[in-house]
């Protein structure tokens, strides 16, 4: 029942202000030791991580220091090549091996050190470790900066997997691994062996006179030679008027094949007697990949062109090599001029250089015959040329 209209409506009483005052303190003072345990956890945590890092660094300090120490007291010559092929490290073992501090055989590269005949076989290994993760062996032949030689036993073991740097050079032509290459002086040959270094001695004696006799006999016959085909092509193109009889000008071709056919085998016998002689002087420099396609492109190209053959030189842009230019330029030329002797009419040959690792790859592809497995491993023979694959054949020394 309502009350009257007269009587005031009954309010409740206010909370003393003294209890509310005391409710606010006590909310405070729990905020601020929540605030307080979780300042001192992560006090606590950020502590204890620095410690364990501290720990790890010490322990990572402490390996990295022992590597070391082993490293610098090992009787062999240690060098790790990074993903790109260059040398990372190269131990103290470098002064006593070569002669020559880590630091500078770091910046020439070990290819400088290692003897021209052995250097493929330090490609091979490496090559093979830094893109299969293949580790092999070998021996080698050290050439000291006092022009000795020093044989020893090479080592390369593939290590983790090259993490690629940014720039350089594409990534499926840098190498999937590091390789680390140890390098132990072989002992002594027996005394026995010195029959066997007086034989060796009287074979590069004769080796040598045969290289004087060839040079000799070149130059003989390159004048004649050079005559003969020069006076061929100008009868073959008639340059002082016509001859008249049209077989004149099918003589004059012949002549001029023929001269040029004995003029290439000559240059060839007697690089080859260079090569072997070790007369064949090496001139490591860099050089343009680009500029060296260019010129044999146009050696080559006329001889494609007469053959109807599509010509493709190609290169990574802005290549730069270190190595023998004129080698380089005769290897291509040779593989391309071989290329064109058996490729038919109307077909395509492609030429690439590419950079992997600390060297580079030449390819060569065309769309003949091509060579069976079986006469794969007699490339590169002296003057060996493999079975006519088609008949009559092609004249040539071969791709040695």
Known sequence: ???????????????????VGEGVAALALLGAGVLCAIAIALAAGFALAFWRER????????????????????????????????????????????????????????????????????????????????????????????????????????????????????????????????????????????????????????????????????????????????????MAREMFGPLGDPRYADYAESIQRSGAHLLELINDSLDMAKIESGKWPLAPAAFAVDGLMGEVREIVGLAAQRKGLALRLGAEPGLTLHADRRAVKQILINLLSNAVKFTPEGGRIEAVIARIGAGAVIAVRDTGAGIPPEGLARLGRPFEQLAPVSPGGEPGTGLG
């Open 1 to 19: 029942m309502l009350p009257p209209l007269s009587e005031p409506i009954p309010t409740p009483a206010p909370a003393p202000v003294a209890a």
């Open 55 to 234: 720990a790890i660094r010490r322990r990572q300090l402490a390996r990295a220091a022992r590597f070391q120490f082993i490293a610098d007291t090992a009787p062999e010559l240690l060098v790790h090549f990074d993903g790109e092929g260059a040398i990372a490290y190269a131990s103290p073992a470098a002064e006593a091996l070569l002669g020559v501090t880590p630091d500078r055989l770091a910046a020439e590269g070990l290819f400088a050190y290692v003897h021209p005949r052995d250097r493929g076989r330090l490609q091979t290994l490496l090559l093979r470790a830094g893109q299969f993760g293949q580790s092999g062996e070998g021996d080698l032949r050290l050439r000291l900066p006092d022009g000795g030689e020093r044989p020893v036993r090479l080592r390369v073991r593939a290590a983790h997997r090259a993490v690629p740097r940014a720039g350089g050079a594409p990534r499926s032509l840098r190498n999937r691994f590091e390789t680390v290459a140890s390098l132990v002086e072989e002992a002594e040959a027996p005394a026995a062996a010195a029959p066997s270094e007086t034989a060796r001695t009287e074979a590069e004696a004769a080796l040598r006179a045969r290289t004087e006799f060839l040079a000799g006999f070149s130059h003989e016959l390159r004048t004649p030679l050079n005559a003969i085909i020069g006076f061929a092509e100008m």
